[in-house]
């Protein structure tokens, strides 16, 4: 049987754990991945659950929401790992949405519940975020700004998924004398 208030849990204190460590702001994007699927102790893309899903909203979502950032939710392989997120996002970094509506089988049950509780969501092909959850090996990866740095949390599973977590930072640019900012 599936534990939704103990997903939420893990859901909120996992993203509450990552933003004391990334250092974000009012504004910026935070993407997530998340197989519904791994949480729930099936093989990604085949076991996808809606119910999961909008446990891992419920513990995510209000924790962004109080600081301003915006969640960028990561669709699934068959949507070439679109991303949905706010129009106001969209806007504020210059992202062309494209037509696509995410589904359970095609997105997937985190882009889909997403898409269901953002205000006017739209969806866009990649973007650059400056933190992110990857929950159940989604490879948001190509979602993040260069340079991702990998933070621990002090949990490592949701559900039964995998959580892999990062923040970014500014590249290193000079040589043996330069000096770097503290943000770095």
Same mark, same amino acid.
């Given at each position: 049987?599936?534990?939704? &208030?103990?997903?939420?849990?893990?859901?909120?204190?996992?993203?509450?754990?990552?933003?004391? &460590?990334?250092?974000?702001?009012?504004?910026? !994007?935070?993407?997530?991945?998340?197989?519904?699927?791994?949480?729930?102790?099936?093989?990604?893309?085949?076991?996808?659950?809606?119910?999961?899903?909008?446990?891992?909203?419920?513990?995510?979502?209000?924790?962004?929401?109080?600081?301003?950032?915006? !969640?960028?939710?990561?669709?699934?392989?068959?949507?070439?790992?679109?991303?949905?997120?706010? &129009?106001?996002?969209?806007?504020?970094?210059?992202?062309?949405?494209?037509?696509?509506?995410?589904?359970?089988?095609?997105?997937?049950?985190?882009?889909?519940?997403?898409?269901?509780?953002?205000?006017?969501?739209?969806?866009?092909?990649?973007?650059?975020?400056?933190?992110?959850?990857?929950?159940?090996?989604?490879?948001?990866?190509?979602?993040?700004?260069?340079?991702?740095?990998?933070?621990? !949390?002090? !949990?490592?599973?949701?559900?039964?998924?995998?959580?892999?977590?990062?923040?970014?930072?500014?590249?290193?640019?000079?040589?043996?004398?330069?000096?770097?900012?503290?943000?770095?």
């Amino acid at each position: 049987m599936l534990d939704t &208030q103990e997903i939420t849990a893990q859901a909120r204190r996992a993203a509450e754990e990552l933003l004391a &460590q990334a250092n974000l702001k009012a504004g910026d !994007l935070f993407v997530v991945g998340c197989s519904s699927s791994e949480i729930v102790g099936g093989h990604i893309g085949k076991d996808s659950s809606l119910e999961a899903a909008e446990a891992v909203l419920a513990g995510i979502y209000p924790v962004l929401r109080q600081k301003g950032i915006y !969640l960028a939710a990561q669709c699934c392989e068959h949507l070439n790992r679109a991303i949905i997120l706010e &129009q106001a996002a969209a806007e504020q970094y210059g992202y062309e949405p494209v037509c696509v509506v995410p589904r359970p089988h095609a997105g997937g049950s985190w882009a889909t519940t997403c898409w269901k509780a953002f205000a006017h969501p739209v969806a866009v092909e990649e973007i650059r975020a400056a933190a992110g959850m990857d929950i159940g090996g989604t490879l948001i990866g190509m979602h993040l700004k260069h340079v991702a740095v990998p933070v621990r !949390l002090s !949990l490592d599973h949701i559900g039964q998924a995998i959580l892999l977590c990062a923040r970014t930072r500014p590249k290193y640019v000079g040589g043996e004398r330069a000096q770097y900012t503290e943000e770095a």
